[in-house]
């Protein structure tokens, strides 16, 4: 049973910074994709930022461009996200994922409903 734990969220005032992390209890590559999520309430889940944990290629969406990061430490089986210049708009529960080998191409990385392995969140609070 594979497990990903997040930690590292908080309340923060805005254009503070944050580092989320994900240990994974298998290996890294055990999944193709790794990435963080994030839902607040009412809202939809969005995809933040996702990253191959082999080969590096990294997807972001448009609002968090500039400010988040994501990374991979395969040795720790730990993908990170760190958060700066953060906005009110950042307050959610952020979710870590990652999606198992030998499924084929993702097409689209971003998409919650790709992944097959969830935590169970971190929150994370912007205050104005």
């Known amino acids: 049973q594979v497990q990903l734990v997040e930690s590292g969220g908080g309340s923060v005032q805005a254009g503070g910074s944050l580092r989320l992390s994900c240990a994974a209890s298998a290996s890294t590559f055990s999944f193709d994709f790794m990435g963080w999520f994030r839902q607040a309430p009412g809202m939809e889940r969005e995809g933040v930022a996702t990253?191959?944990?082999?080969?590096?290629?990294?997807y972001y969406t448009d609002s968090v461009k500039g400010r988040f990061t994501i990374s991979r430490d395969n040795a720790k089986n730990t993908v990170f996200l760190q958060m700066n210049v953060l906005k009110p708009e950042d307050t959610a529960m952020y979710y870590c994922a990652a999606r198992r080998t030998g499924l084929g191409p993702i097409l689209y990385p971003l998409r919650s409903d790709k992944y097959n392995f969830w935590g169970q969140g971190t929150q994370v609070t912007v205050t104005s």
């Open positions: 990253i191959h944990t082999g080969g590096g290629s990294i």
